[in-house]
């Protein structure tokens, strides 16, 4: 926690303490300010009293020392802020009572209870991530609000992964907030009629996070891990909740699959690696094997391969390929066609071609990758001109090769790889 995430007020703590506070919120924020919601009926409440609450454990944990159970520590005391300010209003009645006779219970229990559990996981965090990425909110509304509530990062954090001003992820939290108070969105799981919809918006606001990490559209590091890293364990979680939909277990399977080559993308300097110089020794075999079990229940679910499984597919391909060379392009090729039936997209069609490329031939792929241009439906897009360079550098027109990768590089958003195409321009 930050000061611009927590209340005004003097807060004494120690490095320790500070270091707990900030795991605990990061593993469990979810579960806390999900029961709160349940509890107070307001989302934007329930988690200002959950800040209150951590405030409240870096004023008093120094001194008193971190409970056996923190997270159930710091949801007692929100519980107890929430009770104090329906008394101020003079709300105070039956039910509150009741609330407050438990509560002193369970603040007795906190202290002595056994460690929390970070594997626990109930309906309420379901709920949670359903919020979230409600439709009502917009796209970078929702994912600002999920890694903040339900991802436990701070404004900060989230700030630093964007490449935005910590005011700009502020101001979208509390509209985010302000907008699902206006729209009166209810704290539940929505009925098994909308599911399909549903879970298909919140995985698209994960697949966004993993992929901002995956390739950073701007800035100066060419990939940010941790949010990366984040997606994945969020959709960890959402797996475990929902067990049976196979769309959730291939995201999960894709992005661990794709995460397992993320230790070979960069040297030590930070500098792009890219997949045909990279070490696979230094591929991350644990990532492969939870990836590809992940795919196993995607397909134990039935239904076919969807959209995500058709992607987690190619990336198995890559994992089990001892070198480029072995890899199996002529499958890549198939499963790319698949998807781009299932979901058309330029982008899709863009790497089918450098697949084309790889199994068939640049002649192939050049003229793939012509239509696209053609059409216009890419303009803008930094790696149109990069794969038509590489396309165009392996049939030996250099010059032609190096005007298309100074457009890329003119076009391209993140400072690495912008450097790298420049780099391309001079000596290819």
Sequence with gaps: MTASDSPAGTVRST?????????????ESAKIVATLTRMVGDFGL???????????????WPAEGVPR?????LTAVAKRRAIDGWRRQERYDDRIATLA????????????????DPDAIDDDVLRLIFISCHPVLSREASVALTLRVVGGLTSEEIARAFVVPTATVQQRIVRAKKTLGAAKVPFEVPGREEYPERIAAVLGVLYLVFNEGHAASSGADWMRPELSHE????TRVLAALVPRERDVHS???????????????????????????????RWDRGRISRGRAALERADAAGRGRGAYGLQAAIAECHAVAASVDDTDWERIVLLYEALGRLAP???????RAAAVAMATGPASALRIIDALAESGALKGYHLLPATRGEMLLKLGRDEEARSEFEAAARLAGNDRERALLEAKARTD
């Design 345 to 351: 997209s330029p982008v899709v069609e863009l790497n």
């Design 15 to 27: 490095p320790d303490v500070e270091r707990t506070v900030a795991a605990v919120w990061r593993i």
């Design 101 to 116: 006779h438990d509560l002193e219970r369970e603040q007795a229990d906190a202290m002595d209870a056994d460690p929390w």
């Design 231 to 234: 997606a994945i364990r969020l």
């Design 46 to 60: 329930a988690e200002d009293l959950a800040q209150d609450a951590v405030l409240e454990a870096l004023r008093q």
């Design 69 to 73: 159970n923190p997270a159930a520590w």
């Design 251 to 281: 995201l999960l399977a894709l992005m661990e699959l794709t995460a397992a080559r993320f230790p070979a993308r960069v040297d030590a300097h930070g500098e792009p690696i890219l997949l045909a110089d990279q070490d696979r020794s």
